[in-house]
T-cell receptor
C-alpha cells in the first residue's frame, strides 16, 4: 500500500515553455501533498505544501507564479513549471500523506526535468 | 546552523559490516523522526519511523532517538550490497507534517 506515482518520469523541454508534472496517490486518499526539488548530490528542498481544495503554501524563496500547484482531488496534485529556464532543471519529487499516517509521507519516484 | 546536520559521507563498508548513520538536530520541538533510503534517481522510501525517544527495530534496521542529546541513529546489521544508497534522516515540524531533511549520507557496501 501507500503507492505514489509521478508522470512523466523525465522530460526535456525548450527554454520558455511550460511543463506539467502529475503526482497521484494510487491506493489512499492524500489529504496533503508536498512538492520537493533535489539537485544532484543534495538533499530534498520543500517547495510547497498543498491540501485538497486549498491554495498551496509556498516556502520562502519559491515563486508561486512560476511553480503553479493544483490539488484538485484527494488523489491528484499537479506542478506546472511555467516559462521554464535552464536553472529550473532539477529532480522534482512529490510526496503524499493521508489520514492513516498523519506524520508519514510517501514519496513518488521523481521527475527529472531538463530545460535546454 | 542548519536545523538538521548529517554527514554526507560517502561511507564505504564491506558486506556484513554493521553500519551506523547519524543525525543531530537543534530544534527541541521535533517529535517524529524518520529514516528514508533513496536509490539513485529514485524517490525516497520510508525505512523507519519513530516517535519521541527510544529504539525501534525492523529486521536488520534499528533506529534510535535520544532527544536529550538531540541525536538520532540508524543501524544496519549484516549490511548487503543492496543497501548501497543514500540515507536521509528527516524530522517533522509544524502542523502540516513539514519534513526537515538532513543532507543524506551516501553508503556503499562492497562485496
Amino acid at each position: 500500500g501507500a503507492v505514489v506515482s509521478q508522470h512523466p518520469s523525465w522530460v526535456i523541454c525548450k527554454s520558455g515553455t511550460s511543463v506539467k508534472i502529475e503526482c497521484r496517490s494510487l491506493d489512499f486518499q492524500a489529504t496533503t501533498m508536498f512538492w520537493y526539488r533535489q539537485f544532484p548530490k543534495q538533499s530534498l528542498m520543500l517547495m510547497a505544501t498543498s491540501n485538497e481544495g486549498s491554495k498551496a503554501t509556498y516556502e520562502q524563496g519559491v515563486e508561486k507564479d512560476k511553480f503553479l500547484i493544483n490539488h484538485a482531488s484527494l488523489t491528484l496534485s499537479t506542478l506546472t513549471v511555467t516559462s521554464a529556464h535552464p536553472e529550473d532543471s532539477s529532480f522534482y519529487i512529490c510526496s503524499a500523506s493521508g489520514l492513516a499516517g498523519v506524520n508519514e509521507q510517501f514519496f513518488g519516484p521523481g521527475t527529472r526535468l531538463t530545460v535546454l | 546552523q542548519k536545523e538538521v546536520e548529517q554527514d554526507p559521507g560517502p561511507l564505504s563498508v564491506p558486506e556484513g559490516a554493521i553500519v551506523s548513520l547519524n543525525c543531530t538536530y537543534s530544534n527541541s520541538a521535533f517529535q517524529y523522526f524518520m529514516w528514508y533510503r533513496q536509490y539513485s534517481r529514485k524517490g525516497p522510501e520510508l525505512l523507519m519511523y519513530t516517535y519521541s525517544s527510544g529504539n525501534k527495530e525492523d529486521g536488520r534496521f534499528t533506529a534510535q532517538v535520544d532527544k536529550s542529546s538531540k541525536y538520532i541513529s540508524l543501524f544496519i546489521r549484516d549490511s548487503q550490497p543492496s543497501d548501497s544508497a543514500t540515507y536521509l534522516c528527516a524530522m517533522v515540524s509544524g502542523g502540516y507534517n513539514k519534513l526537515i531533511f538532513g543532507a543524506g549520507t551516501r553508503l556503499a557496501v562492497h562485496p
